[in-house]
């Protein structure tokens, strides 16, 4: 298998994070966003959104959507499992990571951020935009996991919740948000980035960063 | 069951489809969103992040997100099935989900909008934001699903994808973008509606629409 992804992504980086935690070696393909080689049409063949990231199968098979790859994962390789087994403690984990990649993250992306540079917003205005969004879907996942046992978001070990919390974290900070506002998610963060599933996975560890 | 939610909301829209198609009967509980009330402190206290919808349950137990309600629905109502039974296959019907659920809706909602005209755009501006997001989502998911058998978008019965798409299509004629230029998408719809699970989930058959 090959991961089409990008060091920065964070949608990418949750695939690399679920990835190490199943054990599932693929080879990494960089699709540099910044240089807009997901607009190549070899690239649009395989994913007609020009997004990373994209999972391609030996038989040229692909799959796309970041959450749709891990949930495939979760399927084909069950153990360790990165949902809980009770339906609704499974629903509770969904939201947590919805509210990030379905609120958050696209609000705050390179295509809508340079959109709003195409409207004419300088830097300030971009990233004040960018941190609204991290800051709202920050403080509500934090009264999500508010209740839940640690350290991770859900218990005692890592579920699709973390896996979408940490690149998330990642882009709060570069959009200058203060988390210090979001200690329990703090606490799941620390817990992540002790295993070398979640550390390996961070963008200035990808041969393709800059 | 509670399902609080709102007539124009998409991901509203969304439970109730899938409500419909499972079966289950709740009460519907409105909160409209232009007057504020998601804002209310006891709906942040059910919604930390004040959208709709979000399922109550008798015991006071709450879920949000709607793709997170709609798996906690297929897992405790199997039938019918939204998620084919084949682990790539439904990671192919998720991906088309979250497309739409992702990338299109979170960009172009009334929150997003509204912050736009916040920095001072316009009308024509903040619609043609919105009908450039839902052209770029609507646009890959008629790729998608190009070599899938219709009439639905996979296949001969309604799935997660099809109860994503039809609020979705709702939305992108609201903001002028021109459907006809996705005509397998309009197929799935054109099935979809005629079941009255769709047709009585849509926005003008809601009490509490204006």
């Given amino acids: 298998m090959r991961l ?5 992504s964070s949608a990418a ?3 690399r ?6 054990g599932v070696r693929v080879t990494h393909q960089a699709r540099h966003l910044r240089r807009g080689e997901q607009r190549d049409a070899r690239y649009l063949a395989l ?9 391609e199968f030996d038989d040229g098979r692909v799959l796309t959507q970041s959450l749709a790859i891990i949930e495939w994962l979760d399927e084909t390789y069950p153990n360790p499992p990165l949902l809980p087994p009770e339906p609704l403690q499974r629903a509770r984990v969904r939201a947590f990571a919805l509210v990030l990649a379905c609120d958050v993250h ?4 390179l295509k809508v951020l340079d959109r709003l540079r195409d409207l004419g917003h300088g830097d300030d205005t ?10 709202a879907g920050l ?6 996991v508010a209740s839940e046992p640690g350290p991770f978001c859900f218990g005692p070990s890592p579920t699709l919740a973390d896996v979408c919390l940490i690149p998330q974290l990642g882009n709060a900070r570069r959009f200058k948000v203060d988390v210090t506002r979001y200690p329990r998610l703090l606490t799941a963060e620390a817990a992540a980035l002790a295993l070398p599933a979640f550390s390996t996975a961070a963008p200035e560890h990808q041969t393709d960063r800059e």
Same sequence: chains 1, 2.
């Fill in 47 to 55: 994913n007609p959104q020009g997004l990373v990231p994209a999972l």
């Fill in 106 to 109: 696209p609000v705050q992306n």
């Fill in 139 to 144: 403080a509500a996942c934090e009264r999500l």
């Fill in 126 to 135: 971009v990233t004040a935009w960018a941190a609204w969004a991290n800051s």
């Fill in 13 to 15: 980086y949750r695939v």
């Fill in 4 to 8: 089409h992804g990008y060091f920065r």
């Fill in 17 to 22: 994070i679920a990835l190490n935690l199943k």
